[in-house]
Structure formats: C-alpha cells, structure tokens
Nanobody, 120 residues
Framework: QVQLVESGGGLVQPGGSLRLSCTAS????????MGWFRRAAGKQRELVAI???????NYGDSVKGRFTISRDNAKNTVYLQMNSLKPEDTAVYYC??????????????WGQGTQVTVSS
C-alpha cells in the first residue's frame, strides 16, 4: 500500500501564490511519474502538471508560465508552485504518483485532494 498526503491548499486572492506538497509513503521500490490534476465544480478532471523521473515536465495549457512542478526524490515528495492565480484555478487538486512497490508490481496512487480557492 502506498499513501499520499497532500498539503498547502487554501484561499488566496487573485494574483496570489500557493505551494502544494504531496508526500508518498508505504511500500515503495521506485517512483516514476509524479503529477497534479484538478477538478473544478461541474467540470471533468484535467491535467495540471506532470514530472517524470527523467526528462521534461509537462503542463496543462491553462497553467503554462504560471505553475511550476518539482520533486524531491529523497523525500518522495512532489511540489506545485502556483503563481498569478486566477479565479478559474479554483478546484480540488489531486496528487498522483506512479511507481513500483517491488520490481514486479506497479502502483498508481492518488491523494485525498486539497481545495484551492481563488477569490477576492
């Protein structure tokens, strides 16, 4: 079992910043891609950003240039720095981690979700 614990959500004014964190724990042999998704009220879940174990990051079009994803492999943690926040960024943000529990068993884990509200 792999557990994810998210933190950092909250209420912020338009133009403000927030930093989300997500730490994975449990039976982890290796971690490949780590990412963030979000779901706004009445909308489908969408990709925010993803960072593989190697190679370049990938961002949703609506957050390019404003959000930055990073990871600390020693801590099994992924971060999402969100700047220049807009009301349309309001959503529940979910962390996603993919990897292996042992050399022969892969896993995909999801965080519990953290609410981000951008409002004046």
């Amino acid at each position: 079992q792999v557990q994810l614990v998210e933190s950092g959500g909250g209420l912020v004014q338009p133009g403000g910043s927030l930093r989300l964190s997500c730490t994975a724990s449990g039976k982890i042999f290796s971690i490949s891609a780590m990412g963030w998704f979000r779901r706004a009220a009445g909308k489908q879940r969408e990709l925010v950003a993803i960072i593989p174990s190697g190679g370049s990051t990938n961002y949703g079009d609506s957050v390019k240039g404003r959000f930055t994803i990073s990871r600390d492999n020693a801590k099994n943690t992924v971060y999402l720095q969100m700047n220049s926040l807009k009301p349309e960024d309001t959503a529940v943000y979910y962390c996603n981690v993919n990897g292996n529990s042992d050399p022969a068993r892969s896993f995909t884990a999801w965080g519990q979700g953290t609410q981000v509200t951008v409002s004046s």
